[in-house]
């Protein structure tokens, strides 16, 4: 079995010695540099660039500015496309603005010889703008009389949906119903990667070459064609090895730019790389969600109703839009069941930067929500926080009728037993209550719900390539990246069992070129291990039939009485070894009679999808004075199927739980309210965790194999961030009984609630 | 890539002020962690640079004959950490300075960078000004030396006058004798940050240890310069150690300290904050003084 397996994955040497080959390593060193000249207001209209300066510096090629740019819209999100037009997502993008719609926004370009040159030139423009009113917050935008952003969208709203079930109105009459009613507010954060988005780009044979730092290479491949208005297999798009993206290059970011700007100059090399200033201010974020929770219960804790309103901070352009709230919204009906439930969620334009896809897709906003007002039904009816999750969270045979998910398995008792009894949470819960002194202590508990790919939402897609060399060892190609997850190694495993050969004769090309990789859309969600693993079995499975009905020509055995095994030809009824998969893969390719080049292709579509749950417990010690937070101990426990290479899967959740520590304590991109500009778009002052905010990082599966998939295997890159922001939240409580309602809680909220409680 | 003009490399302090008169323009560079950046984000942009990084006479610890500690300017933050004289006399500015940043920037950023640089929340600054540390200049004049508070003018100026580079920073036999001191750096992350607020606190006890003898309280980022808590020092020099002394002083220094508005921190949190670091500094002074409260 390789499946199961902690095998060290083949990238790390090259990754820990320097030698594996990003973006910016494979650009050609004369390569002209682009820059942008981004706006320094945040609402307006470019009336004029002056380049006559600019022009004079030595180094400079071209200049262009948003009134050279193409009128053509295009879309950025990295969903698969749609046939149908309602369900495309919405162009409304240029490669340059006139219409400048947040601080930062892109008015012209610079290229030149040198970054120097470049950066000068960019400083010698003089913009003139005719300012606009702004607005910043989603509420406040929907006001009648809010500046508009975009015509199409009155009022500001994108989209707004709603989930109905039963009849709220009706169900709140029941005399005796407990009314609990909170507001909880999340912030906007940024990924963080390590390698900022970068790539670059040139002409040749006619068509658009872009290298790229991207998780999704087909995706915007696509959105680069529409940008530039060519036929889409005009454009060639490459992905070498990336340094992170966690959802902000589950996006087109500056390829459509930098495809267009080597048009510009005869199809020269451009090179276009984010300084991490940009990768802040001009790339994506994770959405500032607000929810407002409003839950009618009986004494004993029974939910008879729940309204949940929430608003979702688009920012100023579409890219993913609805999507990410709506995926929040479609948890609240599920985690909690309840027969009367109203939920309205709207995303609104603001004249912040543009909100797009991060690691958790919406999931971390419900559930700071969910999971804070569920405790907060806890302390004001006084139950028993596990006691009430047990009973009132979604139960094994749930089933949704839209996604056809059905919990197969008693995913919440099972990690909350785990997590329960690691942190020892029912005694230290008792003990906590009621301290005095300046150092409190606190234990407290999250769960998480997580779906693990898109259908039926979207198109559910992979495509598997297996190449065999003479030595019988194979080539693996998919449309699924890696993304420094470890994909490549969990996908390795899988094609060496289904195929029957050693892990090391699975050579995973890493690099995605849509010239010649399968199409499949990418990493995103937390479908890797899932979709691409169906098209990986399914290809392998037919790979190997294959191969035993050319291993009969030389065995003279039907191929149903043989298999693969450890790269042999097995004669399955006596276990005999006929041949090596190596001689048999040398023995046809050199064939003069009946010559073969032994190969197998294979696009699978995914109709089905999988429900990934799991719960956090964290300890933390408040230093009530100092109004600091201090996570002792914290544990991450999942139901996330079959576990392909448990090292691999324990690193992705730490790295989780290290982003949700980030999310509950510390990072919050602030926007000036007099101007909109970032003010805290560097490393500095956007304060993101490091090794000494984090405790040891625990984390235990519990491995209920998923019955849909073809390794057992379910969601688990985005799920570990989810449930940790609550449970820090809920552990704050049980150490001071302050409640909070808002992230990060860092020590400017901390210091309000505690002097509002008298604790200071 | 980085957008620089000139840069002269000196290779004696005679030479660096020669330089420094030859071309007021340009900037001084040391280790390079602060000049880079403001290179970088444009605010430097192509200026020309004297860079005084071989000067290797400015590096070093060692002790006058009368006990004077001497820090050459150019001394690594690392190199102080480590020092056997820094550990043994002032170790509190060893561990001061070892919150800076991470490794990296410890490694290449120096404490004459540090203070020249004239900002509030320099690490380094509140702890030597709670050591009375003094400041050596050598310009066309030769030396200047003056008490670190004269030296800062007001928010990232110094008194650096043309022609003139900091030398080293000594610290008296009386400054340090006898005393013992601790720092709270207040971050909103544990590494690789800049002080919202910090506080140093040094105390001399008597050798009873029952009476406060001396002490100082210096302040970080509490005004646009780091600054001491005089009156409150005046307040409690002489006073017995009882248990209710470190809370009167942490209320005491509101009086001292004046932070503002940011949308780093606001005014009243940064005085809470003030006050409670005070309070948590002296008592651990008092602790490692060997006294009991």
């Given at each position: 079995m390789v499946v199961g397996k902690s095998i060290i994955r083949p990238d790390s040497l090259d990754k820990a010695a320097g030698r594996t080959k990003y973006t910016d390593d494979l650009c050609d060193r004369n390569a002209l540099v682009?820059?942008?000249?981004?706006s320094t207001v945040t609402h307006a209209l470019v009336k004029s660039i002056d380049t006559s300066e600019a022009e004079k510096i030595p180094g400079v090629v071209k200049i262009l500015t948003c009134f050279d740019a193409p009128e053509r819209t295009f879309p950025t999100a990295g969903h698969p496309w749609s046939t149908e037009p309602e369900h495309q997502d919405i162009s409304d993008r240029h490669v340059l603005e006139k219409h400048v719609r947040y601080y930062g926004d892109d008015v012209a370009a610079v290229i030149a010889e040198t970054e120097v040159a470049a950066v000068q030139a960019v400083r010698a423009l003089k913009v003139e703008y005719e300012e606009l009113p702004f607005v910043l917050d989603p509420q406040e935008a929907m006001k009648e009389g809010a500046p508009l952003l975009h015509e199409e969208f009155p009022g500001n709203v994108l989209k707004h949906t709603e989930i109905h079930k039963?009849?709220?109105?009706?169900?709140?009459?029941?005399?005796?119903?407990?009314?609990?009613?909170?507001?909880?507010?999340?912030?906007?954060?940024?990924?963080?990667?390590?390698?900022?988005?970068?790539?670059?780009?040139?002409?040749?044979?006619?068509?658009v070459h872009v290298t790229s730092s991207t998780q999704i290479p087909h995706i915007t491949r696509r959105c680069i064609a529409q940008a530039l208005g060519v036929p889409w297999g005009q454009v060639r798009l490459v992905k070498p090895y990336i340094g992170g993206g966690f959802g902000n290059k589950q996006d087109a970011l500056y390829e459509p730019l930098c495809a267009w700007l080597t048009t510009q100059v005869g199809g020269r090399l451009v090179r276009l790389e984010c300084q991490r200033e940009e990768t802040f201010a001009n790339c994506r974020v994770r959405h500032a969600i607000r929810y407002h929770i409003t839950s009618w219960l009986r004494p004993d804790g029974t939910l008879v109703a729940r309204k949940a309103d929430c608003w979702s901070n688009q920012g100023a352009y579409a890219s993913h839009g609805h999507s990410i709230c709506a995926k929040g919204m479609g948890s609240i009906p599920q985690l909690y069941p309840c027969e009367n439930i109203d939920v309205r969620g709207w995303t609104v334009f603001t004249n912040i930067q543009v909100g797009g896809a991060m690691r958790g897709y919406g999931m971390p906003q419900a559930v700071f929500a969910m999971e804070s007002h569920t405790e907060d039904i806890v302390q004001r009816l006084g139950l028993d926080p596990l006691a009430y999750r047990r009973a009132h969270l979604m139960q094994k045979g749930y089933f949704d009728p839209f996604s056809k998910n059905e919990l197969y398995a008693d995913s919440f008792n099972q990690t909350l037993d785990v997590g329960s009894e690691y942190i020892d949470f029912e005694r230290k819960y008792k003990e906590y209550q009621h301290q005095t002194g300046d150092i409190r202590r606190g234990v407290g508990v999250a769960v998480l719900w997580y779906n693990t790919a898109v259908w039926p939402i979207s198109l559910e897609t992979s495509a598997c390539r297996m190449v065999m060399n003479q030595d019988g060892s194979i080539q693996l190609q998919v449309g699924e990246t890696e993304i420094g997850q470890g994909a490549d190694t969990a996908f390795a495993q899988m094609a060496a069992e289904t195929l029957g050969i050693p892990f090391e004769m699975v050579h995973v090309v890493s690099c995605q070129d849509t010239d010649v990789t399968p199409y499949g859309t990418g990493a995103y969600a937390s479908r890797q291990t899932y979709a691409a693993g169906m098209a990986i079995r399914g290809c392998a499975e037919e790979f190997k039939r294959h191969i035993l009905e050319v291993a009969y020509r030389y065995t003279r055995m039907q191929p149903y009485l043989m298999d693969i095994q450890d790269a042999k030809i097995i004669r399955t009824t006596d276990g005999r070894v006929l041949m090596g998969l190596g001689e048999l893969a040398t023995t046809v390719l050199y064939d003069l009679d009946h010559n073969e080049h032994l190969t197998m292709e294979k696009s699978t579509q995914i109709k089905t999808n999988a429900y990934s749950f799991g719960c956090c417990f964290a300890e933390v010690e408040v230093d009530i004075p100092m109004c600091q937070v201090k996570v002792l101990d914290i544990i991450n426990v999942h139901d996330a199927g079959r576990i392909v290479n448990p090292a691999l899967a324990r690193a992705q959740v730490q790295g989780g739980m290290s982003m949700g520590i980030g999310y509950a304590l510390a990072e919050k991109m602030l926007y000036d309210p007099k101007t909109g500009r970032l003010l805290n778009g560097n490393l500095l002052d956007y304060k993101l965790s490091t090794f000494m905010d984090h405790p040891n990082l625990e984390v235990r599966f519990v491995e209920n194999s998923e019955p849909t998939s073809a390794y057992g295997t379910k969601a688990l890159g985005e799920p570990p961030v989810v449930p940790v922001a609550p449970a820090i939240r809920n552990a704050i409580l049980n150490a001071t009984g302050v409640a909070c309602h808002e992230i990060p809680m860092r020590p400017h909220l901390l210091y309000q609630e505690f002097t509002r409680k008298g604790l200071i | 890539m980085y957008d620089i003009g000139t840069v002269y490399e000196p290779k004696t302090v005679e030479e660096a002020v020669r330089m420094r008169c030859e071309h007021p323009q340009a900037v001084i560079i040391a280790g390079g962690s602060d000049v880079l950046i403001k290179i970088r984000e444009g605010k430097l942009a192509g200026a020309d640079l004297i860079s005084i990084f071989g000067l290797d006479e400015l590096r070093g610890v060692h002790m006058e004959e009368d006990g004077t500690l001497v820090i050459g300017s150019l001394t690594s933050f690392a190199h102080i950490t480590a020092d056997p004289l820094i550990r043994e006399h002032i170790g509190v500015l060893g561990e001061a300075v070892d919150m800076v940043g991470g490794p990296q920037i410890r490694a290449i950023g120096t404490i004459g960078g540090n203070t020249c640089n004239g900002v509030t929340s320099a690490d380094s600054a509140s702890t030597l000004f709670a050591w009375d540390a003094i400041i050596e200049l050598t310009g066309p004049e030769g030396i200047r030396r003056m008490p670190i508070r004269d030296f800062y003018l007001s928010a990232g100026k110094v008194d650096l006058r043309e022609g003139e580079l900091q030398t080293s920073i000594r610290i008296p036999r009386k400054a340090w004798e006898g005393y013992k001191g601790f720092y709270i750096k207040y971050g909103m992350r544990r590494a690789m940050e800049i002080a919202t607020t910090g506080c140093s606190v040094n105390v001399k006890l008597s050798e009873d240890k029952k009476t406060l003898e001396d002490l100082r309280i210096a302040f970080g980022v509490?005004?646009?310069?780091?600054?001491?808590?005089?009156?409150?020092?005046?307040?409690?020099?002489?006073?017995?150690?009882?248990?209710?002394?470190?809370?009167?002083?942490?209320?005491?220094?509101?009086?001292?300290?004046?932070?503002?508005?940011?949308?780093?921190?606001?005014?009243?949190?940064?005085?809470?904050?003030?006050?409670?670091?005070?309070?948590?500094?002296?008592?651990?002074a008092v602790s490692r003084s060997g006294g009991e409260l």
């Open positions: 682009a820059k942008i000249c981004h039963g009849n709220v109105e009706e169900a709140i009459k029941e005399p005796g119903l407990i009314c609990v009613d909170g507001w909880y507010e999340t912030p906007t954060v940024q990924h963080c990667h390590i390698e900022n988005a970068t790539c670059f780009a040139w002409e040749e044979g006619g068509r | 509490a005004g646009p310069v780091p600054r001491r808590a005089e009156s409150t020092e005046n307040t409690f020099r002489g006073q017995a150690l009882t248990a209710s002394l470190p809370g009167e002083i942490g209320k005491a220094v509101l009086a001292d300290v004046q932070p503002r508005d940011s949308w780093r921190a606001s005014k009243d949190l940064r005085l809470h904050l003030c006050s409670t670091m005070a309070e948590r500094a002296f008592r651990e």
